[in-house]
C-alpha cells in the first residue's frame, strides 16, 4: 500500500508497510501512481502523452526509473506486503505490566471551563481531593505491577492538581524514597492551569516534574471565551505572565503550552503564533472533542480551513527554523528513522493495559477520560484489576480491531487512534472518531513533508 501527496513544493510517496519516504520528481510521482495497476507499455505512452512538450521525458528515462521502481520493491521499500496483522492477533495473549498512572489528585478545579470533559474537574461525580495515603497505595501498585520494567511515569492530573499541591509533593517524595530499594526511576508531569502557580510551585517542579503543561488557548480573546473562572471572569491576565515565567526557569527541562481549538478559532495557528510571541517555544493545539450540538463544536465545514491552517503552521516552523528560531509542535514530532516498534504502533497508547487513571477513591480506570463510567472500573489501587474482560478488550483495542482502518494509508501511525474519542463517538473503544481521524492524516502528511524539507536542507 502507497500513498502520495503533493505539498509545499513535494511529492511525496509513502510506503505503508515498509514505513519509507520518498519524494521524488513529478515523472516518477505520475508513474508510481499508475505501477501497480497498468500495464508498462500503457504507463509509457500516458507519460510520453503528458509530458509531451517536456524534451528531457523519453522513454530510456521512464524505463530507468521503472528500474528503479523495480530495485525499491526488491529492497522491501515501495509497494511492501502486509506482514503485521497476525501479530495483532498475538496481542491479547501477552503479558502487560504497568508502567504509568494518571493520578487524579483533585476532582475539583478553580476554573469553569465551557468545554471541559471533566465537568469542570468533577467527572460527573462528587468534588474530592485525593489523600495522601491514596496516592501512596497507588504508587506501591505501580510499583508492585511495573515487573521488570526500571523507568515509571506518574501524571499529576485533575481537575486542577495545584488545589491539592501539598499532596503532589508529599507524593513525589515518597517515590524518591522507594526508588533505590525498588530498582525503579520516577518521571513525573503536572498539568495545570496556571492560576495557583508560585515560586514554589516553578521552583519544586523544575527540580521534580519531567514535564509540565501549561493550558493556554492562544490569543486573549480566544481562551477567555472559554477558559473562566466561576464568576464568568476570563483568565488569561492571570496565568500569562506565570507561564513565561515558568517556562524561562525550565531551562532544557520540558515544558508545552497546551490549548485547545474550537468552531470559535479555526484560525488556530494565530493562537500558536501569539503563544510562540509570548516566547514560548514548545506548543500543543488540540481541537475539542465535544457533543457535536455544543455551539463550539467543529463542524464538516471547518475541515477544509483546519487542513489549511495545518499547512500554514507546516511551512512557518520550516521558515522559523531556517531563521534560527523555530519552535516544537507537539503533533508534528516525529521519528522516521528510529519510531516506536511495530508492536507499540499496533496496539497504542497501552490504556487500560499498560497505562491507568486512579480517582481520589483509589478506583481504576483506563484512561482518564474513562473515569467515572462504571462499566470501565477496572479495580482499585489494594485489590488490583479486577475487571480482567475490559483489560482483555483494551489489549484488542488496536489498529487491526478496526475494519475501517484496515485500507487507511495512516494506520501504523496512529495506531488506530484514541480509544476514549471512538467510545465516546461511536459507543466503542473500537470504533473510529471519523473526524478526528481526518485531522490526524493531515497533521501527519504535514509532518512528514517537513521531515523531507529538513533532509534536503542537509544534503
Known amino acids: 500500500m502507497i500513498h502520495q501527496y503533493k505539498l509545499n513544493g513535494y511529492n511525496i510517496v509513502l510506503d505503508i508497510n515498509s514505513g519509507s519516504v520518498h519524494s521524488v520528481d513529478e515523472v516518477a510521482y505520475d508513474i508510481i501512481g499508475m505501477y501497480e495497476n497498468t500495464d508498462k507499455e500503457e504507463i509509457i505512452t500516458k507519460i510520453l502523452d503528458k509530458y509531451s512538450g517536456d524534451a528531457s521525458v523519453t522513454r530510456e528515462d521512464i524505463l530507468d526509473c521503472m528500474d528503479d521502481i523495480e530495485e525499491l520493491k526488491a529492497q522491501g521499500k515501495l509497494f511492501a506486503t502486509e506482514t503485521y496483522a497476525d501479530k495483532a492477533i498475538d496481542l491479547k495473549k501477552r503479558n502487560t505490566v504497568v508502567k504509568a498512572l494518571c493520578l487524579h489528585v483533585a476532582h475539583t478545579c478553580n476554573l469553569n471551563c465551557s468545554y471541559c470533559f471533566a465537568g469542570q474537574g468533577k467527572y460527573k461525580g462528587d468534588r474530592a481531593l485525593m489523600p495522601f495515603e491514596v496516592g501512596r497505595d497507588a504508587l506501591d501498585f505501580l510499583i508492585a505491577h511495573s515487573g521488570t520494567r526500571r523507568n515509571l511515569e506518574v501524571d499529576f492530573f485533575g481537575g486542577e492538581p495545584l488545589m491539592n499541591w501539598d ?39 523544575n527540580k521534580e516534574m519531567d514535564n509540565v503543561v501549561l493550558s493556554l488557548d492562544g490569543r486573549k480573546e480566544v481562551h477567555d471565551h472559554l477558559r473562566k473562572d466561576y464568576k464568568g471572569e476570563g483568565s488569561y491576565d492571570r496565568i500569562v505572565e506565570k507561564f513565561q515565567k515558568f517556562a524561562k526557569a525550565r531551562g532544557d527541562k520540558s515544558y508545552y503550552i497546551r490549548g485547545t481549538f474550537t468552531h470559535n478559532n479555526v ?26 450540538d455544543d455551539p463550539y463544536a467543529l463542524t464538516k465545514e471547518d475541515l477544509p480551513k483546519l487542513f489549511e491552517q495545518y499547512e500554514i503552521l507546516a511551512k512557518e ?19 522516521l528513522t528510529h519510531g516506536p516498534c511495530i508492536y507499540k504502533r499496533i496496539s497504542g497508547c497501552g490504556s487500560g493495559t499498560e497505562y491507568m487513571a486512579v480517582t481520589p477513591w483509589g478506583d481504576l480506570y483506563p484512561c482518564h477520560q474513562f473515569v467515572n463510567d462504571k462499566k470501565y472500573l477496572l479495580g482499585n489501587v489494594w485489590d488490583g484489576v479486577v475487571n480482567a474482560e475490559v483489560t482483555d478488550e483494551f489489549k ?10 484496515k485500507d487507511c494509508w495512516a494506520k501504523l501511525y496512529c495506531s488506530g487512534g484514541c480509544a476514549a ?20 492524516k493531515k497533521r501527519m ?10 533532509n534536503d536542507l542537509e544534503v
Do not use: W
Not at 445 to 454: D, N
Open 267 to 292: 484560525d488556530f495557528t494565530e493562537d500558536i503564533f501569539h503563544m510562540y510571541d509570548l516566547g514560548f517555544r514548545e506548543i500543543s493545539m488540540e481541537p475539542v472533542v465535544c457533543s457535536l
Open 317 to 335: 516552523m520550516l521558515k522559523k527554523e531556517k531563521e534560527g528560531d523555530g519552535f516544537t509542535f507537539y503533533h508534528y514530532m516525529i521519528d
Open 396 to 405: 484488542l483495542c488496536n489498529v487491526y480491531a478496526r475494519k475501517e482502518c
Open 445 to 454: 502528511e504535514c509532518a512528514i513533508m517537513m521531515q523531507v524539507a529538513k
Open 421 to 440: 474519542n471512538a467510545y465516546h463517538a461511536t459507543g466503542s473503544i473500537t470504533g473510529v472518531y471519523e473526524y478526528g481521524c481526518e485531522l490526524f
Open 167 to 205: 499532596v503532589v509533593k508529599r507524593l513525589v517524595a515518597y517515590a524518591r524514597s522507594r526508588e533505590e530499594e525498588t530498582g525503579k526511576k520516577f518521571r513525573f508531569t503536572l498539568t495545570t492551569n496556571g492560576i495557583s502557580i508560585d515560586d514554589d510551585v516553578i521552583e519544586f517542579s
